[in-house]
């Protein structure tokens, strides 16, 4: 499961009026509903702006906190046990899971995946996927306060706008892919939220063997051998010339980051223009 949330603006991302940049107790107690109260410490909100600062991207493991992570774990099990996906069940019914909010998004050729269509007001008590996701987005990632704290982790300002969606990727059915109808032409910060198997926790890298040490959920998703990582690549420019049809090239499309999938884990990227991505 995936939820995006763009924040695109012409120039700058952002407005970095003091006045919004500022978190206040209540700005925090609001967010500690739904974040991790690590995130809202002080000097970890500093290292976070740093590294983003410095490498242009950062990912927040364990974010939701223990409340929110619970409830959507266990929606998302429920949902993949009824649905007949993941535990190496390989699927061939490309309507799996299309029922009530959930909508397949085509052509397949660019695109195939579910996404969360519901409109209105979020569920004060929700009772699946969906729902739960629905109001992380329209509660939380869509709210001024959580526009204040991503201005300060990012060191980008107030968002100016955003664009968001709720998807959710089968197993073997569902991928997007690279082609010149999604290259940006302005800068773009990209928040996704992902949840997937394993613990989100960070693996480490064995240089003797070249294995990675961690829970096999945890590895199998790091390593990317599954899939669900997303690729940021750096267009090249005669592409854009032969229409928006036209797919990346592996030879003249340079490879910029490839985030991999990671259980309640918020990626934070900033996309130059002439940047897509792929999932």
């Known amino acids: 499961m995936l939820l995006n949330e763009e924040h695109p603006n012409e120039n700058n991302i952002g407005n970095d009026d003091a006045e919004t940049a500022t978190l206040t107790k209540a700005d925090c107690d609001y967010l500690r509903q739904y974040i991790n109260p690590t995130y809202l410490d002080a000097e970890s909100m500093n290292e976070i702006r740093s590294r983003f600062e410095e490498e242009s991207s950062v990912k927040l493991r364990h974010f939701l906190n223990d ?63 969906g729902d739960c996701l629905y109001n992380i ?76 040490i961690g829970s096999d959920d945890d590895a199998m998703w790091e390593s990317g051998d599954v ?13 854009e010339n032969e229409g928006p049809d036209a797919e990346y090239d592996e030879e003249d499309d340079t ?12 990626s934070l990227v900033y996309r130059d223009p002439g940047t897509m991505k792929f999932v």
């Not at 050729?109 to 004060?124: D, I, T, V």
């Not at 073997?172 to 926790?201: F, K, R, S, W």
């Not at 669900?228 to 090249?236: L, M, Q, T």
């Not at 490879?255 to 918020?266: G, I, P």
Request: some cysteine; charged content about 25%; hydrophobic content about 30%.
């Open 137 to 212: 987005q329209k509660s939380l990632f869509e709210s001024p306060i959580f526009g204040k704290w991503l201005g300060w982790v990012s060191s980008l300002g107030f968002p100016l706008g955003h664009r968001g969606r709720i998807r959710r990727f089968r197993p073997g059915l569902d991928y997007t892919v690279a082609h010149y109808g999604i290259l940006t032409t302005n800068a773009v910060l990209d928040a996704t939220l992902c949840y997937c198997g394993g613990n989100g926790d960070q693996c480490t890298f064995d240089e003797k063997t070249g294995d990675l």
């Open 67 to 129: 409340e929110m992570n619970t409830q959507i774990q266990s929606f998302c099990s429920k949902d993949d046990k009824k649905d007949e996906l993941g535990q190496d069940k390989p699927s061939l019914n490309y309507n799996a899971g299309s029922r009530g909010d959930w909508a397949i998004v085509e052509p397949p050729h660019k695109q195939r995946f579910l996404e969360y269509q519901k409109k209105g007001q979020p569920n004060s008590s929700p009772n699946s996927t």
């Open 227 to 239: 899939g669900g990582f997303e690729c940021y690549i750096a267009a090249d420019e005669s592409g």
């Open 255 to 266: 490879k910029l980051l490839s985030v991999s999938a990671s259980n309640n884990t918020l």
